[in-house]
Every structure is written in C-alpha cells, then in structure tokens.
C-alpha cells in the first residue's frame, strides 16, 4: 500500500460548552495494526463523556499494542472488547461517571483492504463517485428501519434520532460486541470517519460534494466543520479524513 494521508479535526460545535468528542490520527503502525484512525463521542453528565471518549482511545491503542494478535479484525474486535469493559468498570467505580460511553468508530488499511469497527451511531463513509455508508448505526431509529417500520427518509429526522442501543462502557457483556466490515480500497477512494455532529447536520451526497471538491484533505474537514456549524452545529462534530 502506497503512502496514506489522513487529517482530522474535532469541534465543539455552537450548542455544546464541553467537547465530548476524541479523535486518533497515526499513518504509522500502532503495534501490528499498520495504521490506525478512530472516532469516540463521549456521552454522559459532568465531563464523563469527554472522560470516556479519551479513555476508550487510550485503551484500545494499548490493547492494539500488547496483543500478540496480528490480524487486523481480530484486534479490533478483542480490543474494543477489552476496552469495554474498563470502561464500564471505570464508570462503576466513579459516581461522577456513572452512566457514562461512548461511540467507536475505528478503521486500519493493510494490503488494499479497510478494517473497520464500530459501536453506536458514529459512522466510516467510502467516498469516491459517489458515498457510501459502511457502518450501520446502533440507533433505535436504524432498527425501526431494518425492521420496515421507518422509512430511510423519515429517520433521517425522526424525533429518537439520537437515542442508541448500543455504546461502549454501558454493559459489560458481550452485548457491546462490535460491528466488523472488510472493504477493498480502490484508486480515488477517501474515507471519512465521523460522529453525528456532522452526519446529522449535513447530508450525505453534501459531504461527498465537499470531499470531491477540496483535494487538500485539511480544507475538506474544515469545510466539512464549518458546514455543520452552519446548519446549526447542534452537536460536537469530528471529521477524519483517509487518503490511500
């Protein structure tokens, strides 16, 4: 695999005083992950959604750096696992973090292949002609879709629309099990990773339009930002941008 370029930014938004929001950038390996990119929007009072955002971070690059496994799913899976279950006892053991997860959504690219993970509502688009949503949301209006009882376009605004059914620190069971894809890269791909601060507040084929146009992948995110602070910025907004 040639070079990959990535950039990511992470905003508070204009209705939110706290950025619950962690990002994590490396091109380099972090132990046998060749590379690794993640989005983590935190949940919970006080700060304890900053608090499990960074921390999920940190967990799961230490876990990717200890395992003796090398396959990339493997890793993911074992180690957002693992993660979970810190958390959850992180937030047990505090009364200010009670209640407190977070999101996950991380991706590492080996051999032309995305391995990618996810737990709740944050999302990893493939971007190129045209967009495609890879992860599927844990969120009470996804499965009313699945189910045939929302219409895709009626969720996009449904008043639950923030209510998920899936996060990271909430249970310790397995019932935080994530969500793994594989997808083959071609020539021209990007990948966005994001939180909803940004894919609720800026339609999908809007965000394809900013990432075809900006080939600086600093200027797309910034515009990405800028246009989910225009439309309200009702939420912390994260973007990562990844360039094979």
Request: charged content about 25%; overall charge negative; hydrophobic content about 40%.
């Amino acid at each position: 695999m040639n070079e990959i370029q990535a950039f990511g930014q992470t905003d508070v938004g204009l209705m939110r005083t706290i950025n619950q929001d962690s990002i994590f950038i490396s091109t380099e390996p972090v132990g046998k992950l060749p590379n690794l990119f993640i989005v983590a929007d935190g949940m919970g009072g006080h700060q304890a959604g900053d608090v499990a955002s960074k921390a999920a971070i940190e967990k799961f690059i230490k876990y990717a750096i200890t395992t003796h496994m090398s396959e990339p799913s493997n890793i993911l899976d074992a180690g957002i696992m693992s993660m979970n279950e810190e958390i959850y006892d992180m937030a047990q053991s505090n009364k200010d973090y009670h209640g407190m997860g977070t999101t996950f959504v991380a991706c590492t690219i080996k051999d032309g292949i995305a391995y990618i993970a996810n737990v709740g509502d944050s999302r990893l688009y493939v971007i190129n002609r045209n967009i495609e949503q890879i992860t599927k949301d844990h969120s009470l209006v996804e499965d009313m879709v699945r189910m045939g009882v929302l219409a895709p376009d009626a969720a996009k605004h449904h008043i639950k629309k923030n209510v998920i059914t899936k996060a990271i620190g909430v249970v310790k069971s397995e019932s935080a099990n994530p969500d793994i894809f594989k997808v083959n890269i071609i020539s021209g791909d990007t990948l966005l990773l994001c939180s909803d601060g940004l894919s609720n507040m800026v339609e999908d084929d809007r965000i394809k339009e900013l990432v075809r146009d900006n080939s600086s992948l600093e200027l797309a995110v910034s515009k990405l930002i800028a246009e989910a602070n225009d439309n309200g910025g009702k939420d912390n907004i994260s973007a990562v941008l990844v360039r094979p």
